[in-house]
């Protein structure tokens, strides 16, 4: 599920701990993508179940930066948005995120908020006010960027501001494969 190709998506993990930004890294990255002539779906997975959209969810968010579609997903229901309120419900046991992919309108790319573990490349987000855990590069191989507001130890990947909307668009694009502008966009 990693590669892009012409009918499977690039499906890259926005992954950190709790109040490290990864919603507002999303957001920015749904802009610049589609800014760049791409069409951008995001997955938004919680811990908590989730009963709709309201303004100022994540969701919402993700929507308003130009996402095409966005899976909300959680333990017991998820669902794909796919118009300004077109929400159906499946309550059933959180199905494997391909088959989450799979049931959006195909796009060039997904980006998967959260989902920390799930085996797919991902971009680390560091903050220095996040809640506590351990950097997630030092053991996930398929961490291939750090954005952070703070200086990163290590460094067995690149570490890209938070600020550095373009730049880290510019790592996913060549992660996927995919050319730094689509079309003529």
Same mark, same amino acid.
């Given at each position: 599920?990693?590669?892009?190709?012409?009918?499977?998506?690039?499906?890259?993990?926005?992954?950190?701990?709790?109040?490290?930004?990864?919603?507002?890294?999303?957001?920015?990255?749904?802009?610049?993508?589609? +800014? $760049?002539?791409?069409?951008?779906?995001? @997955?938004?997975?919680?811990?908590? /179940?989730?009963?709709?959209? &309201?303004?100022?969810? !994540?969701?919402?968010?993700?929507?308003?930066?130009?996402?095409?579609?966005?899976?909300?997903?959680?333990?017991?229901?998820?669902?794909?948005?796919?118009?300004?309120?077109?929400?159906?419900?499946?309550?059933?046991?959180?199905?494997?995120?391909?088959?989450?992919?799979?049931?959006?309108?195909?796009?060039?790319?997904?980006?998967?908020?959260?989902?920390?573990?799930?085996?797919?490349?991902?971009?680390?987000? +560091? $903050?220095?006010?996040?809640?506590?855990? @351990?950097?997630?590069?030092?053991? /996930?191989?398929?961490?291939? &960027?750090?954005?952070? !507001?703070?200086?990163?130890?290590?460094?067995?990947?690149?570490?890209?501001?938070?600020?550095?909307?373009?730049?880290?668009?510019?790592?996913?694009?060549?992660?996927?494969?995919?050319?730094?502008?689509?079309?003529?966009?």
């Amino acid at each position: 599920m990693a590669g892009a190709s012409a009918t499977t998506p690039f499906v890259v993990g926005v992954a950190g701990w709790k109040n490290s930004g990864k919603t507002t890294l999303v957001e920015r990255l749904v802009t610049e993508l589609a +800014r $760049r002539g791409y069409r951008v779906s995001t @997955v938004k997975h919680s811990h908590h /179940d989730i009963s709709g959209e &309201a303004e100022g969810t !994540d969701s919402a968010r993700h929507r308003r930066a130009g996402a095409h579609e966005v899976a909300l997903v959680s333990p017991r229901r998820w669902a794909v948005l796919r118009g300004a309120s077109d929400l159906a419900w499946q309550d059933e046991a959180e199905p494997p995120l391909a088959a989450i992919v799979a049931r959006l309108e195909p796009p060039d790319i997904v980006i998967v908020e959260g989902m920390k573990r799930a085996p797919i490349p991902k971009i680390e987000v +560091r $903050r220095s006010g996040q809640g506590p855990g @351990v950097p997630l590069a030092d053991g /996930d191989p398929q961490v291939f &960027a750090v954005a952070a !507001d703070c200086a990163v130890a290590g460094g067995n990947v690149p570490a890209f501001s938070l600020d550095d909307v373009a730049g880290l668009a510019a790592a996913l694009l060549a992660k996927a494969g995919l050319p730094g502008r689509r079309g003529n966009s």
